[in-house]
């Protein structure tokens, strides 16, 4: 019987020319660009994020996986920190759904809502190991109550870059025209 490459199961050494799962797959030392962005895993360092992306006042967003970083064509991922005491500008997305995994502070999310016939401002108050998700175009803002805690949340986007588009005020989505206030042309 031919040798086969040790797997985990068998509790031996895989060969330094494959790895213990894809026996015909050879290893890529970490950096090696002879391989396309889409060919190959990704590590991104925690102090390597990219903080040269679309940003709001009163937050700074940090790109971790991105199509610039990585080659993404349908994901967007990073990290927004949001000093104490701080409300971010009011912004949307566009077309991105976002999701939003709370990792340190209380953040609140706030958005008008509409459905009862009246505008109101809805917060929604979260802790660490909560999640949000915003629509697309549902313009919002991200504040952060505590005087002396930074908030730290990451964010998942279904675009391959950072949508952010500012506003200067929030305004219920008008679902007839998505990306537009209501009574604008």
Do not use: C
């Not at 799962?21 to 190959?40: C, K, N, Q, T, W």
């Not at 937050?59 to 994901?75: D, Q, Y």
């Not at 995994?101 to 505008?119: I, M, N, R, W, Y």
């Amino acid at each position: 019987m031919p040798s086969s490459p040790a797997s985990p199961q068998s509790g031996g050494t895989p060969s330094p020319q494959n790895d213990a799962f894809h026996p015909d797959l050879h290893d890529h030392p970490e950096g090696d660009s002879s391989l396309p962005l889409r060919a190959r895993l990704h590590h991104i360092r925690a102090d390597a994020l990219d903080g040269d992306t679309a940003q709001s006042g009163g937050m700074r967003r940090f790109a971790a996986i991105s199509g610039r970083s990585v080659g993404s064509e349908r994901i967007w991922m990073g990290q927004t920190h949001v000093a104490p005491d701080t409300a971010s500008s009011n912004h949307h997305h566009g077309a991105s759904e976002t999701a939003i995994h709370v990792v340190k502070g209380h953040p609140e999310f706030v958005f008008l809502d509409d459905s009862s016939g009246t505008a109101e401002e809805i917060r929604i108050r979260t802790s660490p190991g909560d999640y949000i998700f915003v629509p697309p175009y549902v313009p919002h803002r991200e504040e952060n109550p505590s005087p002396d805690d930074e908030a730290v949340v990451v964010i998942a986007r279904s675009t391959q870059e950072a949508i952010v588009v500012n506003l200067p005020e929030l305004y219920v989505l008008d679902t007839t025209q998505p990306g537009t206030a209501p009574g604008s042309d």
